[in-house]
Nanobody, 127 residues
Framework: VQLQASGGGLVQAGGSLRLSCAAS????????TGWFRQAPGKEREFVAA????????YHANSLRGRFTISRDNAKNTVDLQMNNLKPEDTAVYYC?????????????????????WGQGTLVTVSS
């Protein structure tokens, strides 16, 4: 499956952005999906994840309350709503998917657990 992340851009601190991950495959509704980010000079870190069912879902502790992951299986998309953005949220954001067509309904927080990755979308938060 090919993933396309979009919605990044430049925003002032305190603003909001909504990222979207779209899939080319109609079976995307059976993939657990996650968002990760990588800031310049730093390692990739987990942001949020959601099972193919839409529940359960999980957000990184440090981002809970500001970031929300959701999915619309009818549209084959997984979104990341980001509110009250801070300069430290500046990073390239990646979506990833794990095939669960043959079983499983969990979410995954480790990058190595995912089978497919999108190309990333840059989010820049100015102070």
């Amino acid at each position: 499956v090919q993933l396309q992340a979009s919605g990044g851009g430049l925003v002032q601190a305190g603003g909001s952005l909504r990222l979207s991950c779209a899939a080319s495959d109609g079976t995307f509704s059976r993939y657990a999906t996650g968002w990760f980010r990588q800031a310049p000079g730093k390692e990739r870190e987990f942001v949020a994840a959601i099972s193919w069912r839409g529940s359960p879902r999980y957000h990184a502790n440090s981002l809970r309350g500001r970031f929300t992951i959701s999915r619309d299986n009818a549209k084959n998309t997984v979104d990341l709503q980001m509110n009250n953005l801070k300069p430290e949220d500046t990073a390239v954001y990646y979506c990833a998917a794990k095939d669960q067509r043959f079983g499983g309904s969990a979410y995954y927080t480790e990058a190595v657990q995912y089978d497919y990755w999108g190309q990333g979308t840059l989010v820049t938060v100015s102070s």
